[in-house]
């Protein structure tokens, strides 16, 4: 079985305010893409990573993987204007035809080779399978600082990355949702429209994405 790890990397991090975008920022000494690199290229059952990133930061990208000595990384593609765009670049580049894909984002660099093992298991048996957590906060809808309504928040759960999916079916899903221009804030969103289920495996709180400086800070960047 052949799998093919997608990493988007090619936000330009606003929410960060600083002027290299998030992923290249150092975490413990090493840029966060790295620390996300390094954790998928030693995952056995990963054979290959597609990197995307923003033009401007290819060369950056190829110097750092080099440096690093990242071996599974068969290219760095350039992304787009959205993460949707950015992944649909990234699988429309595949040449050598895998079984399944395994989308990452860049800025999640404490995933563990457990999460990816079983969303890559669940996602052979499925079809498709993203990691989440159920809500334990209750949830408000809000408008103009004000309380509109209390969602029952005992079917919700919050969704990371990896998401992970059988080859045929994620084409299809971006190929579709490009045709009829939908777009949605993860990849699931775009296999549900095809009406497929996508199976939930159990997450990890510490499985974060990088967002914001203070968070940032809290997590040991500088
Ligand atoms: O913006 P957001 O936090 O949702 O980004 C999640 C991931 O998608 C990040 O790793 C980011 O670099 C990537 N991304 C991308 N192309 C974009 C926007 C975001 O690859 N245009």
Do not use: W
């Given at each position: ?131 989440g957590l159920p809500l334990f906060d209750t949830i408000k809808m ?8 209390t969602i029952d928040r005992n079917n919700l759960w919050r969704v ?40 939930i ?22």
């Open positions: 079985m052949r799998v093919c790890a997608l990493v988007p990397n090619a936000g330009s991090g606003a929410r960060m305010k600083t002027v290299l975008p998030k992923q290249y920022l150092d975490l413990d000494s090493k840029p966060v893409l790295i620390h996300t690199l390094n954790i998928l290229n030693s995952a056995k059952c990963i054979n290959e990573i597609i990197l995307i990133s923003d033009k401007k930061y290819i060369e950056k990208s190829r110097l750092l993987i080099q440096r690093y000595n990242i071996k599974k990384v068969s290219r760095i593609v350039c992304g787009g204007k959205t993460r949707q765009e950015s992944v649909y670049r990234g699988l429309m580049s595949i040449r050598n035809t895998p079984d399944i894909i395994l989308i990452h984002d860049a800025v999640r660099p404490f995933i563990t080779q457990e999460l990816i093992d079983k969303s890559i298991k669940t996602a052979c048996k499925h079809g498709a399978a993203v990691i809000v408008k103009d600082n004000c309380i509109e309504k990371q990355t990896p998401q992970v999916f059988k080859y045929r079916l994620i084409k299809t899903a971006y190929q579709k949702a490009n045709k009829n221009k939908f777009s949605g804030t993860d990849d699931a969103s775009l296999v549900e429209q095809l009406n497929h289920s996508v199976r495996v159990q997450g990890s709180e510490r499985n974060i994405k990088i967002t914001d400086q203070k968070q940032f800070k809290l997590v040991g960047g500088n």
